[in-house]
């Protein structure tokens, strides 16, 4: 089995910074992709980031230049740090990863529980 936990959410104010952690357990052979996506209420999850194994990265025009991810292959871990954040960037954020299983050679998707992060004063 595999699981990914989120950490890091809270309540920070606009213009402020926070950084949260994923970290994928289990049986992983590997993990080509890491990335975060993000659901405001009422509306639709969308794409914040993703990362692949070489350190490729892709953000979402609504927030690039502010926030950043990055990863810790040896520690099957995930990072998204956020700078300047404004209050639409409330929601909660979920880890998403592609992963290859000791058993299983095909990569599946895996995400995490979601984690919540309010900007507001």
């Known amino acids: 089995q595999v699981q990914l936990v989120e950490s890091g959410g809270d309540l920070v104010q606009p213009g402020g910074s926070l950084r949260l952690s994923c970290a994928a357990s289990g049986s992983i052979f590997s993990i080509p992709t890491m990335g975060w996506f993000r659901q405001a209420s009422g509306k639709e999850r969308e794409l914040v980031g993703v990362?692949?194994?070489?350190?490729?990265?892709t953000y979402a025009d609504a927030v690039k230049g502010r926030f950043t991810i990055s990863r810790d292959n040896a520690k099957n871990t995930a990072y998204l740090q956020m700078n300047s954040l404004k209050p639409e960037d409330t929601a909660v954020y979920y880890c998403y990863a592609q992963i290859t299983t000791t058993t299983f050679a095909v990569a599946m998707n895996y995400w995490g529980t979601g984690t919540l992060v309010t900007v507001s004063s």
């Open positions: 990362i692949t194994d070489r350190g490729t990265t």
